[in-house]
């Protein structure tokens, strides 16, 4: 399975980006696909994730409200639409697959296959 994230960017503070991740996989409706972020200097960061049903799961209270992840399975592509962005937004932000790990969400253990990461760069 592979992974290509696109979308990211440069935005001024209180703009707007969609990233998406389109997935090679032939079973993609049934995998769970997640979104992290990784800072310079700290700790990837779990952001959502959206089940092969299309529950979701988002991160840090400080992206409920502001970011929104969304699949379309027609397309293998998985999004994240990220509004009201802030100057600590900015990070390399990755997608992630889970083929059924019983693994908790929010750990990228629990992720297979991973993108290459586009950055978001968020200025103030």
């Known amino acids: 399975v592979q992974l290509v994230e696109s979308g990211g960017g440069l935005v001024q503070a209180g703009g707007s980006l969609r990233l998406s991740c389109e997935s090679s996989?032939?079973?993609?409706?049934?995998?769970?696909m997640g979104w992290f972020r990784q800072a310079p200097g700290k700790e990837r960061e779990f952001v959502a994730c959206?089940?092969?049903?299309?529950?979701?799961?988002y991160g840090p209270n400080s992206v409920k409200g502001r970011f929104t992840v969304s699949r379309d399975n027609a397309k293998k592509t998985v999004y994240l639409q990220m509004n009201s962005l802030k100057p600590e937004d900015t990070a390399v932000y990755y997608c992630?697959?889970?083929?059924?790990?019983?693994?908790?969400?929010?750990?990228?253990?629990?992720?297979?296959?991973w993108g290459q990461g586009t950055q978001v760069t968020v200025s103030s």
């Open positions: 992630a697959a889970d083929l059924g790990s019983p693994g908790r969400v929010q750990d990228p253990r629990t992720y297979t296959f």
């Open positions: 959206i089940s092969w049903s299309g529950g979701t799961t």
């Open positions: 996989g032939r079973t993609f409706s049934s995998y769970s």
